[in-house]
């Protein structure tokens, strides 16, 4: 068998009193893509810069390719890809000087250099941008730029931290597109997000992080087929949706997941054939206009939620008006004073 592409046992990390990472322990194959799935805060971009060897670990061992992250730097850089999830400072410069600057260092000379920088550049199509600042791309260029240059030592292993954030649709279209050529090419991915949705179609693998523990490895589509019995059925009315709200509450096989605009969602207890028809049988039955009716794929976003904190029953699933917020104080004081401006733009 071979040598796993990340390895990571018992991984602890303190910030003073802050417990980042408690105890990260997983396996990632060569060739696998594998999304890295945690709320805000969760761990996951600890655990990535101890991997791309820019942080230690207070307790426990991490491995790329079989190389210590501690012991074997050098290699593990050389075989690393780490994509953060900004820019960095580098204001005064070209896109083609910043990718030179970051080639040089990686010990590209002469025209290797030139060929490398400019086929990174033309692989995330942004030779025509070469000469401008890199202050002044888009979010989206900055992007391509930042995986540009975590591509320029051809890694075998690519960490990518939340490469999709702030990126618009076609952008992200672009990123999933470069990201399945990378895997095709045999590259393996360890690519964050805290947005399940953004990860789903181009992960093979995911890997759940929370408050500071893995709580779920597994592959990707194993977890949207779920573990649960029945199936989820999405259910689209002409007409008001709260009479097939109510209409569920009575049928025997299937029970209210939510309502949403103009459709509800539903829990049906077997997926049978039979039954899923019974249960539009019986709608249409009951006069409700069916526009309509269709088995769903498991939603990434329940199967997460179910593994922090079991399912949930289907009464708890469905929309609760919120509550009023608190009325705001009445403003008596003197408003606070502006920040200090942080904009960094010339
Ligand atoms: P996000 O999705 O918001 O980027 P994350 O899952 O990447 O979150 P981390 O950045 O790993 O989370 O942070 C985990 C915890 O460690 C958070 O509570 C964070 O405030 C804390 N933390 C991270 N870095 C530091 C630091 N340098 N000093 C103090 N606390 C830190």
Redesign the pocket.
């Known amino acids: 068998m071979s040598v796993p592409a990340i390895e990571v046992q018992n991984l602890h990390r303190l910030?003073?009193n802050?417990h980042?990472?408690r105890g990260v322990s997983f396996r990632i194959e060569q060739g696998s893509v594998t999304g890295f799935i945690?709320?805000?805060?969760?761990?996951?971009?600890?655990?990535m810069r101890i991997l791309a060897t820019l942080d230690h670990a207070d307790q426990g061992e991490a491995r790329v390719m079989g190389h210590d992250v501690l012991n074997d730097t050098a290699k593990v850089r050389q075989l690393l890809g780490w994509m953060p999830?900004t820019l960095g400072a580098y204001a005064n410069v070209t896109v083609v000087e910043y990718l030179d600057f970051f080639a040089r260092a990686y010990g590209f000379r002469g025209n290797d250099r030139l060929d490398r920088v400019h086929d990174v550049l033309d692989f995330v199509e942004l030779t025509p941008l070469a000469e401008r600042m890199t202050n002044k791309l888009s979010k989206g260029q900055g992007q391509r730029l930042c995986f540009a240059r975590a591509l320029l030592n051809d890694p075998q292993v690519l960490i990518l931290?939340?490469p999709a954030a702030g990126l618009d649709p076609k952008a992200r279209v672009e990123l999933k597109r470069l990201i399945r050529l990378l895997a095709d090419q045999g590259a393996t991915i360890l690519i964050?997000s805290?947005i399940l949705s953004e990860l789903s179609e181009m992960c093979n693998a995911m890997l759940f992080?929370n408050d500071?523990r893995i709580v779920h490895h597994g592959d990707a589509e194993t977890m949207r087929r779920g573990t649960q019995a029945g199936v989820r059925v999405l259910a689209r009315i002409h007409g008001p949706v709260e009479a097939a709200a109510d209409w569920a509450v009575t049928d025997p096989d299937a029970s209210l997941l939510e309502t949403i605009t103009g459709a509800i969602r539903l829990q049906l207890a077997q997926d049978d054939p039979a039954t899923i028809a019974a249960v539009l049988r019986r709608m249409v039955q009951a006069n409700l206009a069916v526009t309509e009716f269709r088995v769903e794929e498991r939603r990434l976003e329940d199967a997460f939620m179910e593994m922090i904190d079991g399912p949930l029953p289907p009464d708890m699933t469905t929309p609760k008006a919120p509550a009023a917020p608190p009325p705001l104080p009445a403003a008596t004081a003197a408003p606070a004073p502006a920040p200090a401006a942080t904009d960094s733009s010339p």
């Open positions: 910030f003073g802050v980042a990472v945690g709320a805000n805060g969760a761990g996951k971009t600890t655990t999830d931290d939340e964050s805290h992080i500071g």
